[in-house]
């Protein structure tokens, strides 16, 4: 068969790319979707209220009741914990990225520990790997030739976005 036929093509389109079982051995994708979380900011901060009092290392206290937010990009974007924070670079948490004491509050794109993690986060993690696989097995990405050599930053509000336009071009496979 040639590929082309009616059924082929459906075949194709309409294959099952990854199942389910697979995605805990999809390491590097979970790398890349980490950080295009890190770099993207879905949220820009975090916030709790402190239930009991907090020393912190410098030794200042912060009262109990009291509001505390972490605005992520400043922590996301802080070359102690980060090198090269601008740029993309998944390998970065193979590296031992994010750096310092307690790695897990530095990267913590759905929230910090226990109870307060975001409760969809697991389901967030499959179905970004499954809309991953599916769009990078059928289509190819690439930054238009104008584009490709631009450094697009961030305009913040209740989610990030450009500061400008990015073209991307899509061709089918």
């Not at 924070?85 to 193979?94: A, I, K, L």
């Not at 986060?121 to 104008?146: C, G, H, I």
Request: proline share 9%; glycine share 6%.
């Amino acid at each position: 068969l040639d590929g082309n036929s009616d059924g082929e093509k459906h075949h194709r389109r309409h294959r099952p790319v990854l199942s389910f079982h697979q995605i805990p051995s999809l390491h590097y994708m979970r790398k890349v979707i980490d950080e295009t979380l890190r770099l993207s900011r879905v949220a820009p901060f975090a916030s709790r209220v402190s239930s009991t009092p907090l020393t912190l290392s410098s030794g200042a206290i912060i009262p109990a009741n009291t509001p505390i937010v972490q605005p992520l990009a400043v922590t996301f974007y802080d070359e102690t914990y980060y090198d090269h924070p601008q740029d993309f670079d998944p390998e970065r948490f193979e590296r031992g990225e994010p750096k310092g004491d307690n790695p897990h509050h530095t990267f913590s794109p759905f929230g910090t520990a226990g109870g307060r993690v975001c409760p969809g986060k697991e389901y967030a993690y499959v179905e970004m790997s499954f809309v991953t696989a599916a769009l990078l097995s059928s289509w190819r990405f690439e930054l238009s030739p104008e584009d490709k050599q631009k450094r697009v930053g961030t305009l913040f509000g209740l989610v990030g976005c450009p500061n400008e336009e990015i073209n991307v071009l899509v061709t089918p496979l």
